[in-house]
Nanobody
Framework: QVQLVESGGGLVQAGGSLRLSCAASRRTFSSFVMGWFRQAPGKEREFVARITWSGTNTYYSDSVKGRFTISTDNAKNTVYLQMNSLKPEDTAVYYC???????????????WGRGTQVTVSS
């Protein structure tokens, strides 16, 4: 099992930027896919972006494409989510997850962090 710890959330005005970090306890073959998900109050958890530890196979949801960038730092076992041009509808708890499948389905990710709150004010 991989332990994941998110950080970097906070309150920002619309149009602003935040960078989320996800520190993983280790990298394993069964956790080579890293994903970011988010969940707003009263809504289901939704896919945001994913990447492999090699830095390839990036994929974004349509709602964040062109505004968010996912990246990795293998030396630090850390995955980042750079969020620019933030909108109020981006407000949610953001979760980091790891898995072994190139998918956008939360059920296919086996390790999860506790989440970090992102609030975008209008």
């Amino acid at each position: 099992q991989v332990q994941l710890v998110e950080s970097g959330g906070g309150l920002v005005q619309a149009g602003g930027s935040l960078r989320l970090s996800c520190a993983a306890s280790r990298r394993t073959f069964s956790s080579f896919v890293m994903g970011w998900f988010r969940q707003a109050p009263g809504k289901e958890r939704e896919f945001v972006a994913r990447i492999t530890w090699s830095g390839t196979n990036t994929y974004y949801s349509d709602s964040v494409k062109g505004r968010f960038t996912i990246s990795t730092d293998n030396a630090k076992n850390t995955v980042y989510l750079q969020m620019n041009s933030l909108k109020p509808e981006d407000t949610a708890v953001y979760y980091c997850a790891s898995g072994r499948t190139l998918t956008t389905t939360p059920a296919n990710f086996h390790s999860w962090g506790r989440g970090t709150q992102v609030t975008v004010s209008s």
